[in-house]
């Protein structure tokens, strides 16, 4: 089965700075999902992420998908207070047959003013 | 719309007790998700549905859980004896068809078994 793994496990950053998370997978990524959670609420869809090599952005986040589709990376630039919170990847099933999606263990983020 | 929704926000209950717990997914959404959370597992998914069908229930933990899609518009997860082990926030999810891109959460249940 696949597995997504999450670096780092926490980060504590200043506010300002900006700051990467990395997901990378056991098997080829056919469709790969960011996902913010705030502390005690749902989780809120971020971005999405098939071709190798696509990178998109929402405000001043940024994920990319490497070539070949095994690891993705989340990019923060200039982090404020309301970025804090726990960002999950996950990874759909294969070849778009299989709708459900596998979440990494998240990453926690915490801001410091 | 009002997105995902799930009842009950918080729920505390004995040993022993059977815990139901109530989704209602967006309408119109044909495929409806429970996962658990947890800090040690992170977010685990238990059982998906299509068309009120159950597809996956591989990550159901135990025969304590059980899973139901009566209608489109609701769905039910039971545990039955409850134990301390299932403490955790369950989600559902629900996306609009098969291969959808992105599911959209509830707001979660966090059940405490004392």
């Known amino acids: 089965s696949q597995e997504l793994e999450q670096s780092p496990q926490s980060l504590i950053v200043q506010e300002g700075k900006n700051l990467t998370i990395n997901c990378t997978s056991s098997k080829t990524l056919y469709g790969l999902y960011w996902y913010k959670q705030k502390y005690g609420e749902g989780l809120i869809f971020l971005m999405m992420?098939?071709?190798?090599?696509e990178e998109k952005s929402h405000e001043k986040i940024t994920a990319k998908l490497d070539e070949k589709k095994q690891q993705s990376s989340l990019h923060i630039t200039a982090s404020q207070p309301s970025h804090a919170g726990i960002y999950l990847c996950g990874a759909a099933g294969g070849q778009g047959r299989d709708d459900k999606i596998i979440f990494g263990k998240g990453t926690r983020l915490h801001i410091l003013p | 719309d009002a997105g995902v929704i799930q009842s009950p926000r918080h729920e505390v209950t004995e040993m022993g007790q059977e815990v139901t717990l109530r989704c209602k997914p967006i309408s119109g959404h044909n495929s409806l998700f429970w996962y658990r959370q947890t800090m040690m597992r992170g977010l685990e998914l238990l059982i998906y549905f299509n068309n009120n069908v159950p597809i996956d229930d591989s990550g159901m933990p135990e025969d304590r859980f059980s899973a139901k899609m009566p209608n489109a518009s609701f769905s039910t997860l039971k545990i039955q004896p409850s134990e301390p082990r299932d403490s955790a926030v369950y989600f559902c999810?629900?996306?609009?068809?098969?291969?959808?891109?992105?599911?959209?959460f509830g707001s979660g249940t966090r059940l405490t078994v004392v």
């Open positions: 999810a629900s996306s609009p068809s098969w291969g959808a891109r992105g599911y959209t």
């Open positions: 992420l098939q071709k190798g090599g």
